[in-house]
C-alpha cells in the first residue's frame, strides 16, 4: 500500500505557535500511548505504521519543511520535496513521478493521498486501507474518501453521491456554500470533501504528463519552478466521468483553527499555566518560561510563544489570519534536522539564540561575511571545529568567531550553546557553507 500525506502551509491560523517555518503539523499538542506528546505528522505516521506491516508513506513536502520532518521522523522517511510551494496538484504529481522513477512503483499500484494534519482514529487508517484496495480492483479511475458530515459546515466542499450505498458514484462536486446551502446538501446525502483519494499510478501520471510537458521525475523537479499553480481537485477530480466514493462515518476533524484544535486537546493547560475555578472551556498553551495565570475567563484560548501572545474568544479565534498576515517578524522558533534553535533576544547590532544539537548531529561548516559569534556551552559535550582545527568542548566552555572564519560544532551528547550573533547586519543569508575536511 502506496500512502503519500501532503504536508504543506504554514498554518497561520494558529499563530503565535505557527510560522513560515513551524506549521500547525509539527506542533506536539495530543498525547501518545505512553503520554509524550506528538504533533499531527508523527501521529498520522505512526497510526499509518500501526496499521499495516506493507504501508509505504512518502511525504510531499515544501523544502523549507524537510529539517522538521527529519527531527520528527528520522531522516530514513520517504520525502518528495517541492523546490517551490505550489497547490496539490503539482505536488501529487512530482510525489507519483519519484514514486515511479525513484522508488520503482509499478503504475498497475494504487496510491492514497491523504493530507497529513486530520484529527483521526484508528478506523480511519483501516478505511484508507479499504480505499486503496477499491482503487486497486475498481472500475473508476479515481476512489474518494467522502466523510459523514456532522453539521452543515461552510468550511468544506462537498461530494454528492448517486445514491446512499457503502461505495457510490459520484454525482457532482460541489464547492464550499453557506450554512444553508450546506444544509439543503446533506439532506441530499451530501459527503464532505476531506481531500482524500486514491488512484492507479498510471493514471495519475498520464493526467500529468497531458497537463505538464515533463520526462521524468529529476525533469519535473527541475521544472517545478515554472509550474501553473492549481489544485488536483481543480485539475483532475472535477473532469473525471469514472469516480467513486466510498462513505466514512468515524472520527475526522480537519484541526485549522484554535476553536476546533481545542476540542481535541486532552489537557487544558500545557505548559506554564494556572487558572482559577471560575474558569470554563479555558485553553492555555505557553512555551514560553514565564507563568500565565487566568482568572474567571470564558470560553477562551490564550497561547504564548517567543513569536508573540494571543489572547482570544475561541469562535473568534477562526478570523485571525488576516492580523496574523500583517505582523511581520523574526522566525523565533524552529526545529530542524540536528536539533533546533530558540532566539532569546534581538538587538539592533546583535541577536541572542539558543541552539540545542541532537547527540551524534552538527551543523553545516559554515562561515559568514557580516558578523562575528561567539558561543558559549551551557549543557552537553561535543567538538568544534574553527578554521580546520578541532577541540573538545563541555559546559563553559567560549568558543569565539570572527568574521570569515570557517565554524562548526557536532555533538557527542545533547549538547546546547547560547550562541550570539555580532554585526550591523545579521541575517540569514549571510552563511558560506563548505566541505568539513
Same mark, same amino acid.
Given at each position: 500500500m502506496n500512502v503519500v500525506l501532503l504536508s504543506g502551509g504554514s498554518g497561520k491560523r494558529l499563530w503565535p505557535l505557527s510560522n513560515d517555518v513551524r506549521s500547525k503539523q509539527f506542533i506536539r499538542f495530543f498525547k501518545?500511548? =505512553?503520554?509524550?506528546?506528538?504533533? !499531527?505528522?508523527?501521529?498520522?505516521?505512526?497510526?499509518?505504521?500501526?496499521?499495516?506491516? =506493507?504501508?509505504?508513506?512518502?511525504?510531499?513536502?515544501?523544502?523549507?519543511?524537510?529539517?522538521e520532518i527529519e527531527n520528527q521522523l528520522g531522516n530514513k522517511v520517504n520525502v518528495s520535496v517541492e523546490p517551490d510551494r505550489k497547490d496539490t496538484f503539482p505536488a501529487i504529481a512530482l510525489a507519483c513521478a519519484y514514486l515511479h522513477d525513484e522508488c520503482r512503483v509499478p503504475d498497475d499500484e494504487a496510491v492514497v493521498i491523504c493530507p497529513v494534519d486530520p484529527y483521526v482514529e484508528d478506523d480511519y487508517f483501516k478505511a484508507l486501507i479499504e480505499l486503496c484496495k477499491l482503487a486497486q480492483t475498481?472500475?473508476? =479511475?479515481?476512489?474518494?474518501?467522502? !466523510?459523514?458530515?456532522?453539521?452543515?459546515?461552510?468550511?468544506?466542499?462537498?461530494?454528492?453521491?448517486?445514491?446512499?450505498?457503502?461505495?457510490?458514484?459520484v454525482a457532482m462536486f460541489k464547492e464550499k456554500p453557506d450554512e444553508k446551502t450546506a444544509e439543503e446538501y446533506i439532506q441530499k446525502g451530501a459527503l464532505w470533501n476531506g481531500g482524500v483519494f486514491a488512484f492507479r499510478l498510471g493514471y495519475?501520471?498520464?493526467?500529468? /504528463?497531458?497537463?505538464?510537458?515533463?520526462? %521524468?521525475?529529476? %525533469?519535473?523537479?527541475?521544472?517545478?519552478?515554472?509550474?501553473?499553480?492549481?489544485?488536483? %481537485?481543480?485539475?483532475?477530480?472535477?473532469?473525471? %466521468?469514472?469516480?467513486?466514493? !466510498?462513505?466514512?462515518?468515524?472520527v475526522w476533524k480537519d484541526l485549522g483553527t484554535w476553536n476546533t484544535l481545542t476540542?481535541?486537546?486532552?489537557?487544558?493547560?500545557?505548559?506554564?499555566?494556572?487558572?482559577?475555578?471560575?474558569?470554563?472551556?479555558? /485553553?492555555?498553551?505557553?512555551?514560553? =518560561?514565564?507563568?500565565?495565570?487566568? !482568572?474567571?475567563m470564558h470560553d477562551v484560548i490564550i497561547t504564548a510563544s517567543p513569536?508573540?501572545?494571543?489572547?482570544?474568544?475561541?469562535?473568534?479565534?477562526?478570523?485571525i489570519k488576516p492580523y496574523v498576515d500583517d505582523i511581520v517578524g523574526q522566525v523565533m522558533f524552529a526545529e530542524k534536522s540536528w536539533g533546533s534553535f530558540r532566539v532569546l533576544n534581538v538587538e539592533d547590532e546583535s541577536m541572542t539564540i539558543l541552539v540545542t544539537l541532537n547527540p551524534g548531529h552538527s551543523m553545516n561548516y559554515h562561515s559568514h561575511q557580516l558578523r562575528d559569534e561567539v558561543w558559549v556551552v551551557i549543557e552537553g559535550k561535543g567538538t568544534t571545529v574553527v578554521d580546520g582545527m578541532k577541540q573538545n568542548v563541555t559546559v563553559g566552555d567560549v568558543i569565539t568567531m570572527q568574521t570569515g572564519c570557517r565554524h562548526?560544532?557536532?555533538?557527542?551528547?545533547?549538547?546546547?550553546?547560547?550562541?550570539?550573533?555580532?554585526?550591523?547586519?545579521?541575517?540569514?543569508h549571510d552563511k558560506y557553507k563548505f566541505e568539513l575536511e
Open positions: 501518545d500511548e =505512553n503520554g509524550e506528546y506528538e504533533s !499531527m505528522v508523527q501521529r498520522m505516521y505512526r497510526g499509518l505504521k500501526k496499521a499495516g506491516e =506493507n504501508v509505504n508513506i512518502t511525504i510531499a513536502t515544501s523544502k523549507t519543511q524537510l529539517s475498481s472500475e473508476a =479511475n479515481l476512489c474518494l474518501l467522502g !466523510m459523514e458530515p456532522t453539521y452543515p459546515s461552510a468550511k468544506y466542499g462537498y461530494i454528492i453521491p448517486k445514491d446512499s450505498n457503502p461505495v457510490s458514484e495519475l501520471l498520464k493526467k500529468a /504528463h497531458e497537463l505538464i510537458a515533463f520526462r %521524468d521525475y529529476r %525533469d519535473l523537479f527541475e521544472r517545478y519552478s515554472d509550474l501553473e499553480r492549481i489544485s488536483f %481537485d481543480y485539475a483532475v477530480a472535477e473532469k473525471e %466521468d469514472r469516480i467513486a466514493v !466510498m462513505r466514512f462515518r468515524g476540542e481535541s486537546i486532552e489537557d487544558h493547560v500545557m505548559g506554564k499555566g494556572v487558572m482559577n475555578d471560575k474558569c470554563e472551556n479555558v /485553553h492555555i498553551i505557553n512555551e514560553l =518560561n514565564v507563568p500565565i495565570l487566568a !482568572m474567571g513569536e508573540g501572545i494571543l489572547v482570544s474568544d475561541k469562535k473568534e479565534s477562526s478570523y562548526t560544532v557536532i555533538a557527542d551528547t545533547t549538547l546546547k550553546i547560547v550562541e550570539v550573533q555580532i554585526g550591523k547586519e545579521i541575517t540569514i
